[in-house]
Protein backbone atom coordinates (compact mmCIF):
# COMPACT_ATOMS: atom_id res chain seq x y z
CA UNK A 1 0.00 0.00 0.00
CA UNK A 2 2.63 2.57 0.85
CA UNK A 3 4.28 1.46 -2.19
CA UNK A 4 1.32 2.74 -4.29
CA UNK A 5 1.03 5.92 -2.32
CA UNK A 6 4.63 6.74 -3.09
CA UNK A 7 4.19 6.26 -6.92
CA UNK A 8 1.09 8.32 -6.94
CA UNK A 9 2.48 11.42 -5.30
CA UNK A 10 5.23 11.00 -7.51
CA UNK A 11 3.06 11.19 -10.60
CA UNK A 12 0.88 14.05 -8.92
CA UNK A 13 3.91 16.03 -8.03
CA UNK A 14 5.26 15.76 -12.08
CA UNK A 15 2.26 17.08 -13.00
CA UNK A 16 2.04 19.95 -10.92
CA UNK A 17 5.56 20.44 -12.10
CA UNK A 18 4.55 20.42 -15.80
CA UNK A 19 1.57 22.67 -15.04
CA UNK A 20 2.92 25.26 -13.00
CA UNK A 21 6.56 25.35 -15.41
CA UNK A 22 4.55 25.48 -18.77
CA UNK A 23 3.05 23.77 -21.14
CA UNK A 24 4.39 21.81 -24.84
CA UNK A 25 1.52 24.18 -26.65
CA UNK A 26 2.90 27.14 -25.23
CA UNK A 27 7.19 25.80 -25.56
CA UNK A 28 8.56 27.22 -22.40
CA UNK A 29 7.71 29.15 -19.22
CA UNK A 30 4.77 31.76 -18.71
CA UNK A 31 4.38 34.62 -16.84
CA UNK A 32 1.56 35.66 -14.66
CA UNK A 33 -0.27 37.38 -17.71
CA UNK A 34 0.80 34.87 -20.34
CA UNK A 35 3.44 33.63 -22.11
CA UNK A 36 6.77 36.06 -22.63
CA UNK A 37 6.26 38.32 -25.47
CA UNK A 38 8.82 37.57 -28.60
CA UNK A 39 11.29 39.96 -29.06
CA UNK A 40 10.93 42.75 -31.17
CA UNK A 41 13.01 42.85 -34.73
CA UNK A 42 16.04 44.51 -35.43
CA UNK A 43 15.62 47.92 -36.81
CA UNK A 44 15.57 47.70 -41.16
CA UNK A 45 19.16 49.71 -41.29
CA UNK A 46 20.38 47.07 -39.04
CA UNK A 47 19.00 44.31 -40.94
CA UNK A 48 20.79 45.52 -44.23
CA UNK A 49 24.23 46.53 -42.47
CA UNK A 50 24.31 42.58 -41.06
CA UNK A 51 23.13 41.57 -44.34
CA UNK A 52 25.86 43.38 -45.90
CA UNK A 53 28.74 42.03 -43.26
CA UNK A 54 27.23 38.69 -44.19
CA UNK A 55 27.85 38.83 -47.88
CA UNK A 56 31.16 40.50 -47.79
CA UNK A 57 32.31 37.40 -44.77
CA UNK A 58 30.80 35.04 -46.77
CA UNK A 59 32.29 35.74 -50.20
CA UNK A 60 35.82 35.93 -48.29
CA UNK A 61 35.46 32.95 -46.36
CA UNK A 62 34.26 30.34 -48.52
CA UNK A 63 36.87 28.05 -48.16
CA UNK A 64 37.12 25.86 -51.44
CA UNK A 65 34.58 27.38 -52.77
CA UNK A 66 35.20 29.20 -56.26
CA UNK A 67 33.31 32.65 -55.98
CA UNK A 68 34.84 33.28 -52.74
CA UNK A 69 37.87 35.58 -53.17
CA UNK A 70 40.06 34.03 -50.21
CA UNK A 71 39.82 30.75 -52.35
CA UNK A 72 40.55 32.50 -55.17
CA UNK A 73 43.56 34.30 -54.23
CA UNK A 74 45.32 30.98 -52.55
CA UNK A 75 44.04 29.18 -55.75
CA UNK A 76 46.44 32.35 -57.99
CA UNK A 77 49.42 31.44 -54.81
CA UNK A 78 49.11 27.44 -56.19
CA UNK A 79 49.36 28.65 -59.58
CA UNK A 80 51.23 31.50 -59.84
CA UNK A 81 52.90 32.42 -56.85
CA UNK A 82 55.41 34.87 -57.73
CA UNK A 83 53.08 36.93 -60.25
CA UNK A 84 50.36 37.05 -57.32
CA UNK A 85 53.36 37.76 -54.46
CA UNK A 86 54.32 40.70 -56.99
CA UNK A 87 51.31 42.46 -58.14
CA UNK A 88 50.20 41.70 -54.09
CA UNK A 89 53.27 43.30 -52.72
CA UNK A 90 53.26 46.30 -55.38
CA UNK A 91 49.75 47.46 -54.58
CA UNK A 92 50.65 47.32 -50.62
CA UNK A 93 53.71 49.19 -51.45
CA UNK A 94 52.11 52.15 -53.13
CA UNK A 95 48.74 52.37 -50.56
CA UNK A 96 51.54 52.58 -47.99
CA UNK A 97 53.07 55.52 -49.37
CA UNK A 98 50.08 57.30 -50.51
CA UNK A 99 48.16 56.52 -46.96
CA UNK A 100 50.96 57.77 -45.21
CA UNK A 101 50.68 61.06 -47.05
CA UNK A 102 47.52 61.35 -46.50
CA UNK A 103 47.64 60.63 -42.54
CA UNK A 104 50.35 62.91 -42.17
CA UNK A 105 49.13 65.68 -44.66
CA UNK A 106 52.22 65.55 -47.02
CA UNK A 107 51.47 67.17 -50.54
CA UNK A 108 53.45 67.13 -53.39
CA UNK A 109 53.67 71.21 -54.88
CA UNK A 110 50.27 70.50 -56.96
CA UNK A 111 48.52 69.99 -53.92
CA UNK A 112 47.71 65.72 -54.38
CA UNK A 113 48.76 63.39 -51.95
CA UNK A 114 50.00 60.87 -54.82
CA UNK A 115 53.28 61.89 -54.97
CA UNK A 116 55.79 60.54 -57.34
CA UNK A 117 57.15 58.51 -54.74
CA UNK A 118 53.88 56.45 -54.98
CA UNK A 119 54.75 54.40 -58.36
CA UNK A 120 58.21 53.72 -57.35
CA UNK A 121 57.37 52.44 -54.13
CA UNK A 122 55.02 50.03 -56.45
CA UNK A 123 57.96 49.05 -58.89
CA UNK A 124 59.96 48.46 -55.43
CA UNK A 125 57.40 46.32 -53.77
CA UNK A 126 56.87 44.30 -56.98
CA UNK A 127 60.33 44.05 -58.88
CA UNK A 128 62.49 43.37 -55.16
CA UNK A 129 60.03 43.06 -52.18
CA UNK A 130 58.07 40.26 -53.84
CA UNK A 131 60.86 38.21 -55.61
CA UNK A 132 63.08 38.65 -52.51
CA UNK A 133 60.51 37.65 -50.15
CA UNK A 134 59.41 34.52 -51.97
CA UNK A 135 63.38 33.55 -52.36
CA UNK A 136 64.13 34.16 -48.76
CA UNK A 137 60.98 32.51 -47.40
CA UNK A 138 60.79 29.24 -49.39
CA UNK A 139 64.48 28.52 -48.32
CA UNK A 140 63.48 29.25 -44.67
CA UNK A 141 60.38 26.76 -45.31
CA UNK A 142 63.20 24.48 -47.39
CA UNK A 143 65.48 24.41 -43.92
CA UNK A 144 62.69 23.20 -41.45
CA UNK A 145 60.63 21.16 -43.56
CA UNK A 146 58.93 18.43 -41.47
CA UNK A 147 60.04 19.69 -38.20
CA UNK A 148 57.38 20.29 -36.17
CA UNK A 149 58.76 20.01 -32.75
CA UNK A 150 58.80 23.07 -30.99
CA UNK A 151 62.65 23.20 -30.64
CA UNK A 152 62.25 23.56 -34.22
CA UNK A 153 59.75 26.41 -34.67
CA UNK A 154 61.77 28.27 -32.11
CA UNK A 155 64.96 27.70 -34.41
CA UNK A 156 62.96 28.59 -37.48
CA UNK A 157 62.39 32.09 -35.43
CA UNK A 158 65.67 32.48 -34.87
CA UNK A 159 67.53 32.00 -38.19
CA UNK A 160 64.72 34.37 -39.50
CA UNK A 161 65.45 37.33 -37.16
CA UNK A 162 69.08 36.75 -37.59
CA UNK A 163 69.36 35.89 -41.60
CA UNK A 164 66.20 36.75 -43.33
CA UNK A 165 65.51 40.00 -41.66
CA UNK A 166 68.78 41.61 -41.81
CA UNK A 167 69.03 41.00 -45.58
CA UNK A 168 65.28 41.96 -45.95
CA UNK A 169 65.88 45.75 -44.51
CA UNK A 170 69.13 46.08 -46.01
CA UNK A 171 67.79 45.82 -49.46
CA UNK A 172 64.60 47.99 -47.81
CA UNK A 173 66.71 50.59 -46.74
CA UNK A 174 69.04 50.73 -49.68
CA UNK A 175 65.76 50.98 -52.55
CA UNK A 176 64.24 53.57 -50.15
CA UNK A 177 67.49 55.53 -50.22
CA UNK A 178 67.55 55.62 -54.09
CA UNK A 179 63.54 56.54 -54.31
CA UNK A 180 64.58 59.16 -51.81
CA UNK A 181 67.11 60.38 -54.62
CA UNK A 182 70.58 58.25 -52.89
CA UNK A 183 72.82 58.37 -56.21
CA UNK A 184 76.28 58.12 -54.48
CA UNK A 185 77.49 55.12 -52.89
CA UNK A 186 78.75 56.73 -49.71
CA UNK A 187 74.85 58.69 -49.61
CA UNK A 188 73.19 54.94 -49.59
CA UNK A 189 75.52 54.06 -47.16
CA UNK A 190 75.02 56.47 -44.89
CA UNK A 191 71.01 56.03 -44.88
CA UNK A 192 71.62 51.90 -44.30
CA UNK A 193 73.74 52.88 -41.18
CA UNK A 194 71.61 55.10 -39.68
CA UNK A 195 68.20 53.25 -40.27
CA UNK A 196 69.33 49.69 -40.22
CA UNK A 197 69.71 49.09 -36.41
CA UNK A 198 66.03 51.24 -35.53
CA UNK A 199 64.41 49.32 -38.65
CA UNK A 200 65.76 45.92 -37.10
CA UNK A 201 64.30 46.69 -33.49
CA UNK A 202 61.29 46.82 -34.77
CA UNK A 203 61.87 43.70 -36.80
CA UNK A 204 62.96 42.01 -33.64
CA UNK A 205 59.63 42.74 -32.18
CA UNK A 206 56.65 41.95 -34.95
CA UNK A 207 58.72 39.26 -36.33
CA UNK A 208 58.55 36.98 -33.89
CA UNK A 209 55.02 36.81 -33.05
CA UNK A 210 54.39 36.76 -36.74
CA UNK A 211 56.04 34.01 -37.67
CA UNK A 212 54.54 32.01 -34.60
CA UNK A 213 51.09 32.96 -35.80
CA UNK A 214 52.32 32.09 -39.39
CA UNK A 215 53.26 28.62 -38.16
CA UNK A 216 50.05 27.55 -36.13
CA UNK A 217 47.05 28.75 -38.14
CA UNK A 218 48.43 29.55 -42.14
CA UNK A 219 49.70 27.14 -44.84
CA UNK A 220 52.90 27.75 -46.28
CA UNK A 221 51.81 29.37 -49.32
CA UNK A 222 50.26 32.50 -47.80
CA UNK A 223 52.75 33.31 -45.37
CA UNK A 224 54.91 35.94 -47.94
CA UNK A 225 51.50 37.76 -48.34
CA UNK A 226 50.92 37.91 -44.91
CA UNK A 227 53.92 39.16 -43.99
CA UNK A 228 53.42 41.49 -46.64
CA UNK A 229 50.06 42.76 -44.65
CA UNK A 230 52.04 42.86 -41.52
CA UNK A 231 55.03 44.97 -43.43
CA UNK A 232 52.47 46.75 -44.86
CA UNK A 233 50.71 48.09 -41.69
CA UNK A 234 54.36 49.10 -39.73
CA UNK A 235 55.75 50.53 -42.81
CA UNK A 236 52.23 52.77 -43.08
CA UNK A 237 52.93 53.82 -39.34
CA UNK A 238 56.64 54.58 -39.37
CA UNK A 239 56.41 56.14 -42.92
CA UNK A 240 53.30 58.73 -41.59
CA UNK A 241 55.36 59.28 -38.72
CA UNK A 242 58.29 60.14 -40.95
CA UNK A 243 56.65 62.41 -42.80
CA UNK A 244 54.93 63.69 -39.78
CA UNK A 245 58.35 65.15 -37.93
CA UNK A 246 59.78 66.43 -41.33
CA UNK A 247 56.77 69.36 -42.05
CA UNK A 248 57.10 69.79 -38.33
CA UNK A 249 60.93 70.34 -38.96
CA UNK A 250 60.17 72.40 -42.33
CA UNK A 251 57.86 74.30 -40.26
CA UNK A 252 60.13 75.31 -37.32
CA UNK A 253 62.61 76.12 -39.81
CA UNK A 254 60.29 78.70 -41.56
CA UNK A 255 58.53 79.81 -38.86
CA UNK A 256 61.80 80.29 -36.32
CA UNK A 257 64.31 81.31 -39.23
CA UNK A 258 64.86 84.98 -40.20
CA UNK A 259 66.61 86.66 -42.90
CA UNK A 260 69.81 86.42 -41.55
CA UNK A 261 69.41 83.34 -40.37
CA UNK A 262 68.81 82.27 -44.31
CA UNK A 263 71.57 84.20 -45.19
CA UNK A 264 74.05 82.24 -42.73
CA UNK A 265 72.75 79.20 -44.54
CA UNK A 266 73.02 80.19 -47.70
CA UNK A 267 75.89 78.50 -48.47
CA UNK A 268 74.95 75.27 -47.23
CA UNK A 269 71.69 75.71 -48.88
CA UNK A 270 73.09 75.82 -52.14
CA UNK A 271 76.14 72.96 -51.86
CA UNK A 272 72.99 70.79 -50.54
CA UNK A 273 72.71 67.48 -53.04
CA UNK A 274 69.73 66.32 -54.76
CA UNK A 275 69.52 63.23 -52.41
CA UNK A 276 68.78 65.88 -49.52
CA UNK A 277 66.64 67.92 -51.47
CA UNK A 278 64.52 65.32 -52.92
CA UNK A 279 64.26 63.11 -49.51
CA UNK A 280 61.72 62.62 -47.74
CA UNK A 281 63.47 62.59 -44.56
CA UNK A 282 65.34 65.42 -43.28
CA UNK A 283 68.59 63.39 -43.36
CA UNK A 284 69.96 60.26 -43.35
CA UNK A 285 69.63 60.18 -39.23
CA UNK A 286 66.07 60.56 -39.11
CA UNK A 287 64.67 57.27 -39.32
CA UNK A 288 62.59 56.65 -36.28
Known amino acids: MSQVKFEQKDIR ?15 GFQSRGGPFPPPPPPPAATQKHEG ?3 EVGDALTKG ?13 LQDDPIR ?6 GSLAALQEFLAS ?11 YFTSRVPKMAIYGAFISAPLGH ?3 SLLQRMFAGRTSLRAKILQIIVS ?3 VSPIQNAVYLTSMAVIAGARTFHQIRATVR ?18 AFAQAFLPQETWVPFFNFIGFVIGTYINAHTKKKRLQALRRKYQGGGRGGETRNETRTETRTEYERRSDRPGPGAYP
Open 194 to 211: AGFMPVMKVSWITSPIAL
Open 52 to 54: FMH
Open 135 to 137: VMI
Open 84 to 89: TKMVTS
Open 64 to 76: AGPSGYLAWYLKK
Open 102 to 112: WIAKDRNKHGH
Open 13 to 27: VTQTGAGNGGSAGNG
Open 161 to 163: NLV
